[in-house]
């Protein structure tokens, strides 16, 4: 990218939504570090109270009590792209919640709106004067609707799948279409936090690597960057 005027992009907010495993948190994590940004993942926000009602002994599918209680965990994020951090009430949990309990159970807990309308008003307090890239599903259009950059990533169900399977989930190789169903039912069950905002520019990343759907954002980022200064 050219050098965008530093005070500028000091300001930018780059939103990135998309389905689970489009690559929305490898995708803003380096556009993030390219362009000297803070980097936001708010799905391990809710991935973190997921985690915190697990060990609460709080059930996940008892939407009244998670609305009551979902205010007693301190939960803290590092923006630092080159070492995101997710805590809990001072415990490291950035790997944790990665863990398959955790991912087959965030979508109930993502749903509850008292729990949304919380971890909401922590993400914009995060997202402050700007200079962020911030990932998730409702970016573009509840979060941060002023953004100067909104992309909405997809990319085949399949590929997804493979890329997902690929990784594992927290270390353990997993097979592709365990991934795939598993994937499918949480996209199901998001589906009304998804949206793609008006605005957004949709980009599908089946045939890009990581490399070229980076240079994409970045891109996007350098045209509107003048933009930020007059929002
Ligand atoms: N363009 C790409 N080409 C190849 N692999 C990719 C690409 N983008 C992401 N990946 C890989 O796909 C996997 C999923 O990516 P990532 O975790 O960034 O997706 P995500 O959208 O943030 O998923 P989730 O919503 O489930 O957190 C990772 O292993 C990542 O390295
Ligand atoms: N802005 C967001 C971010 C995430 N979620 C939900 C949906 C996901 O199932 C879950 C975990 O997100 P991931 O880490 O997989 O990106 O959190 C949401 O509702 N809104």
Known sequence: MEAADDADLRRIVVAIDGPSGSGKSSAARG???RLGLRYLDTGAMYRAVTWWALHAGV????????AARCGEPVIEVDTDPTAPRVTVDGID????????????AVSL???VPAVRQRLIARQRELIGDGGIVVEGRDIGTVVAPQAHVKVF???????????RAAEGLAGMRVEVDLTRREMARRDRLDSKQMMK?????VLDTTDLDLDQVID????????????????
């Open 197 to 201: 905002a008006s605005d957004a520019v």
């Open 93 to 104: 949990v950035s790997r944790p919640i990665r863990s398959r309990e955790v991912t087959n």
């Open 109 to 111: 807990v993502s749903a």
């Open 153 to 163: 990533l997809t990319a085949d169900e399949d590929v997804r799948a493979r890329r």
């Open 216 to 231: 994409e954002i970045c891109a996007l980022a350098n045209e509107r960057v003048g933009a930020c200064g007059q929002r």
């Open 31 to 33: 556009v993030a570090r």
């Open 59 to 66: 059930a996940v599918d008892d939407a009244d009590t998670l």
